[in-house]
Structure formats: structure tokens, C-alpha cells
């Protein structure tokens, strides 16, 4: 059994998006009291209640992306690729909700320096996550191995650190701005014993866009190459989203989260491809744990990994396939365990955003209802 107060913390492998600084660290690696205060500091610039003050800042960028998209096919462009387009919006979003200034991805049509160093800096931390796996995490081994990573991972790093701190210190000096993204939800804390230094503060928010960007994207690209792989969830996602919105006007926050058969096909897209789909890994505290009727020992790692356990024959019936329906719990579904799909994790440590990152998808994917026949073109 787990000991009254103790958690188990996260291992020494994981890798987070930011070091330390100045003697702080961000949620990602808080640990215990620590963390707790971090995570009730950061809760309310991200809870459902805030998205509604949010949707304004999400709806600007949504319109830029179906401009965008229709300006491509008046060019007679017959492939669009929706990876890149949905990896500038997310970013865009992030960094409008985060520092009141977006990315620009959407406005140049490309990625830009910082983005593309975000995207890096999480593609060299599995490099370094394999690395602590297979050499250990301080052994003489994993320092050798890790002389033969690119040297361009130290210049992403710093550029998504140093850019990161700029946009977040401005921010922060511009506390009567009349909006309400994060950082004016984290400015209006009046217990300051509570409330996050502004360290504190500029490492949430380089842990905010990396977490808060690539994921979503992942999510959209999978969710959109699942729906044209499959016309017939397709055709009811075009229907309903249709048949739901008459105006532009009608797009809010609580009629998309209304569209129950989309909803239905984010969870399962989440289920099949989560976008972190790495197992987590604890360390079990003082005392042991009894872990599914089997005692573990202090000190030992454990983990459940996302994808087996939404992909297990034990959990869902054609756990392979791409079944909406299952949500509902129609037919053969009706037995699934639908709770063995948590992409976002469970408990104190899971996901803080997973109310933007789904309400950004849900929203995003309406274009799917207002734009032209989706085809995936194969190369």
C-alpha cells in the first residue's frame, strides 16, 4: 500500500521542455507540495470557464486558417497539406493565448525560427530520454552517448527558452491589457504567497507552447487522416456540423461542444494516436504500492503506456479500428472500457490543457463541414 501523503513522482528518465532556473522550477518538474501549488496557480488559465473568455483569441486564428485554405483552392492547389497548416495554428493559438502575440505562422504560410526550434527541442528530448533508458540517467555511458547528439539541440533550446522569456517579461509589464488569456488569469491572483513568481511564471509558459502546440497538431492531423479513411464518419461529421451551424455567428464554444458524433471521433482519434504516447514513468514511494493486486517494492519504476492500453482487445472490441460509435456505446462497443483511453493521464499529474487542446480541435475541425470533399492523397 501507498503510504498516507506519499505520490509517486516521476522518474529520473523523464526529460522535461526546461531546465531549472534561478533556483526554480516549472510544473513539469514540481514535485509534491511543490507541484500542487503550481498546478491550483495555473488551473483557472485553463479551465472551462476561462475558454470562454479564450474563444475570441481561438476564433481569430480558426477564421485565418479557413482563409487560407480557401485562398489555396481558388489557386487551383490540389494538395494541401493539412499537417503543416495545422501545426501553424496551433502554434499561432499558443502563443496568442501565452503572450498576446502569435507565432505569425499563419500570416507567412510557414513555420517560423522559434517554431521550428520547439518542434526540435521535443524531437532531441526522446533522444535524450533513450539515451537515460539505455545508458542510465548520470553514468559516465550517457554522457559518451550523448556527445554524438546534434549540437544544434543546444541552439533550440536556447532559442525557445531566450524567446520564450522576452514575449513572457512584455507580457507581463503589460498587466491592464483587456484580454483574458492565461497570463491574465495568473496576473489576477491576490494571494501572492500562492500565486507564481515570475520565474515561476516564464517557465510554465516554455513548457505552455511546446505542450500546448505540436500535440494538438498531432491531433488534428490524425483526426483528419482517420475521417477520409473512413467516408462514412466523415459524411455524419459533415452533417452534423452543417446541419448545427446556419451562421458563422452560431460557432461558439458551447454549441461546438454540442456536436456529440464529433466529439465522439476526437476521442476515438485520441485513443487510436495519443499524442504523447510514451508511457510515463513513476517511482513507486517509501513504503511500496499494491499495483493491480501485486505488491511493488520502493523505488521500482512503473508505468502504463497509453497506446497498448487503448489498443488492448481486453479494453475495446476492434481496438484497431476507427469506431466513433464506441463513445456511445452501440452494439459490440458496449462492453469496451472506455476509461482504459486517457491520452491527457490521470491523477494530479495529468494534462492542465486538455480543455483547450480539445475544444481547439472540436473547433478546428469544423472546417471539415464548411470547406470542399476532404481526399487523403497518397504519395
Known amino acids: 500500500m501507498i503510504q498516507k501523503g506519499d505520490v509517486m513522482e516521476k522518474s529520473p528518465i523523464f526529460i522535461g521542455v526546461v531546465s531549472p532556473m534561478n533556483g526554480c522550477v516549472g510544473i513539469g518538474l514540481a514535485k509534491g507540495k511543490e507541484h500542487?501549488?503550481?498546478?491550483?496557480?495555473?488551473?483557472?488559465?485553463?479551465?472551462?470557464?476561462?475558454?470562454?473568455?479564450?474563444?475570441?483569441?481561438?476564433?481569430?486564428?480558426?477564421?485565418?486558417?479557413?482563409?487560407?485554405?480557401?485562398?489555396?483552392?481558388?489557386?487551383?492547389?490540389?494538395?494541401?497539406?493539412?499537417?503543416?497548416?495545422?501545426?501553424?495554428?496551433?502554434?499561432?493559438?499558443?502563443?496568442?493565448?501565452?503572450?498576446?502575440?502569435?507565432?505569425?505562422?499563419?500570416?507567412?504560410g510557414a513555420a517560423t525560427e522559434w517554431s521550428t526550434s520547439v518542434n526540435n527541442v521535443l524531437i532531441s528530448a526522446t533522444w535524450d530520454q533513450a539515451i537515460r533508458r539505455a545508458a542510465g540517467v548520470d553514468s559516465w555511458l550517457r554522457n559518451l552517448l550523448l556527445r554524438f547528439v546534434p549540437k544544434e539541440v543546444s541552439h533550440w533550446r536556447m532559442t525557445h527558452m531566450k524567446k520564450s522569456q522576452e514575449k513572457t517579461l512584455a507580457r507581463l509589464a503589460n498587466k491592464d491589457l483587456p484580454r483574458q488569456d492565461i497570463m491574465y488569469h495568473l496576473l489576477q491572483q491576490e494571494d501572492q504567497q500562492k500565486a507564481l513568481?515570475?520565474?515561476?511564471?516564464i517557465l510554465n509558459m516554455v513548457l505552455f507552447v511546446a505542450a500546448g502546440s505540436e500535440t494538438t497538431s498531432i491531433q488534428l492531423t490524425a483526426m483528419t487522416h482517420l475521417l477520409c479513411m473512413n467516408q462514412d464518419a466523415y459524411k455524419k461529421v459533415v452533417e452534423e456540423i452543417r446541419g448545427s451551424f446556419k451562421k458563422a455567428t452560431d460557432i461558439t464554444l458551447a454549441t461546438v461542444m454540442e456536436l456529440v458524433y464529433l466529439e465522439a471521433c476526437a476521442a476515438e482519434t485520441l485513443r487510436l494516436y495519443p499524442p504523447g504516447s510514451v508511457a510515463g514513468q513513476r517511482i513507486v514511494p517509501r513504503g511500496g504500492a499494491k499495483i493491480d493486486g501485486h505488491y511493488v517494492p520502493a523505488g521500482c519504476t512503473v508505468s502504463v503506456s497509453p497506446w497498448v492500453a487503448a489498443r488492448s482487445p481486453l479494453n475495446f472490441a476492434e481496438p484497431d479500428q476507427f469506431r466513433p460509435q464506441r463513445w456511445f456505446r452501440e452494439g459490440v462497443y458496449s462492453r469496451d472500457k472506455l476509461h482504459a483511453a486517457q491520452a491527457f493521464g490521470y491523477g494530479p499529474k495529468s494534462c492542465l490543457g486538455q480543455n483547450l487542446a480539445q475544444f481547439e480541435v472540436q473547433d478546428t475541425q469544423r472546417i471539415i463541414g464548411s470547406g470542399p470533399v476532404l481526399q487523403r492523397k497518397v504519395k
Open 36 to 108: 500542487a501549488r503550481q498546478r491550483r496557480a495555473l488551473a483557472p488559465s485553463l479551465s472551462k470557464s476561462a475558454l470562454k473568455g479564450q474563444e475570441a483569441i481561438l476564433q481569430v486564428h480558426i477564421i485565418k486558417l479557413i482563409a487560407a485554405i480557401r485562398n489555396m483552392i481558388r489557386a487551383k492547389q490540389e494538395v494541401i497539406n493539412m499537417a503543416d497548416w495545422y501545426s501553424y495554428i496551433t502554434f499561432d493559438v499558443i502563443g496568442d493565448l501565452c503572450f498576446a502575440e502569435p507565432f505569425g505562422c499563419l500570416d507567412q
Open 197 to 201: 513568481k515570475p520565474t515561476e511564471i
